[in-house]
């Protein structure tokens, strides 16, 4: 094949040679694939991906599982055709019955981690080695990540990998043996009766819409009521209110359903805001039970800026969750019960509030007790 006189672009539209050099020649290369040669600038393995896509474009030729090999400074990098050797989008797509923001995380994880060991001259996963997969999270520490951040990459990691197997995209597991300390599980602070009564039944800022209002005691009053996650709220369809029934049917994790029960305040704040949706959501807002200031659905971002203004003490949403489940099991509810309530797939997730209840009895106890 002949010297290319054409400048290869970026997908933002910039020369190659601007984001890593430019297109010298293109010619055969083994495997029915193509080496391309490269000059000036740096060569990075996304640059490879920016020419492997336009060549892909406007040459045409070669199928979507041939190989391109970038030629830059006597370096070769091997990308795939489809511009990505680490096959994302397949890994995320592969990925049944996960929660989107689940799915964000792989993604995020890594990609970021396929850029880490870039700096190792490493461009492929096949490349990967165990060593450099304990490298990473130790680096990880060093940046001082929350462990519990560190063990959720690694179980994205090992997600990955244990997918490149089976795709033959690698030889053996890089993952394997390699073990990133467990988060403490330290659960966010549990809200006392009283500033629950507080947060929900104090007043509200002066000045603010009738309509933000009644939105705000509705979701502030389903999350301690029904339990839910953030996530589960903000999804939340007009067609899984069941307001006379007082009861939620809501898609968890893994695209679990399950119904939740409301208390008369939570179904009651629920009537007055729907009377009044109409006013805040646009016609074209679809079935989304909240939504925000834009007429969008309500974000998790959102949700957290209502706890800002409403509570009067800094309080993450999720801790009414961890608030619900606590004062039911002080309550005596039972294990399974509570588990169920909160969508758990395994009770051990849901033991973990036994120990919180069983501390709070134990300071009442010892706070209360003439002769503790």
């Keep these: 094949m002949g010297r290319c006189t054409n400048t290869t672009t970026s997908p933002s539209g910039t020369p190659a040679a601007a984001a890593g050099g430019t297109v010298d020649s293109v010619s055969a290369a083994a495997g029915s694939g193509l080496v391309v040669s490269v000059s ?6 996304r640059h490879g991906h920016f020419i492997a896509a336009s060549l892909r474009t406007t040459a045409g ?20 055709a489809d511009g990505d050797p680490w096959r994302l989008d397949d890994f995320v797509r592969a990925q049944t019955s996960l929660a989107d923001n689940t799915l964000a995380a792989y993604r995020t994880d890594v990609r970021l981690f396929s850029e880490w060991v870039e700096r190792l001259h490493v461009h492929r996963p096949s490349q990967v080695t165990r060593t450099m997969v304990r490298r990473y999270i130790a680096a990880l520490s060093t940046r001082e990540f929350a462990r519990r951040s560190i063990a959720r990459k690694a179980a994205s990691l090992r997600r990955y990998f244990g997918w490149a197997v089976g795709e033959g995209l690698v030889d053996g597991d890089p993952t394997v043996g390699v073990h990133a300390a467990a988060g403490n599980g330290r659960l966010p602070r ?3 009766e009283r500033e629950i009564a507080e947060l929900l039944d104090g007043p509200t800022p002066d000045g603010e819409p009738e309509w933000r209002r009644r939105r705000d005691d509705a979701v502030l009053e389903v999350l301690y009521a029904a339990g839910v996650r953030v996530s589960e709220l903000c999804s939340l369809d007009l067609e899984q209110l069941h307001v006379e029934s007082a009861y939620l049917t809501v898609w968890g994790k893994g695209s679990k359903e399950r119904r939740v029960p409301l208390g008369e305040p939570a179904r009651a704040a629920l009537v007055a805001w729907l009377a009044i949706r109409h006013d805040a959501a646009p016609p ?6 909240f939504v925000n200031e834009r007429g969008k659905r309500l974000t998790p971002r959102d949700v957290r800026r209502i706890l800002d203004r409403r509570s009067p ?26 588990q169920e309530l909160l969508g758990h797939a395994d009770v051990a997730t849901t033991q973990r509030y036994t120990h919180v209840s069983r501390e709070r009895l134990r300071a009442a106890y010892l706070e209360s007790h003439p002769r503790a």
């Design 40 to 45: 000036t600038g740096e060569m990075r393995r």
């Design 61 to 80: 030729g070669f199928d979507a599982g041939s190989r391109i090999v970038v030629r830059h400074s006597n370096t070769l990098v091997d990308v795939a």
């Design 190 to 192: 549990v809200l006392a």
């Design 284 to 289: 074209d807002a679809g079935s989304a039970v």
């Design 313 to 338: 003490t800094p309080t993450h949403p999720h801790a009414l969750r961890h608030t619900f489940a606590t004062h039911l099991l002080d309550g005596g509810a039972d294990l399974r019960a509570v």
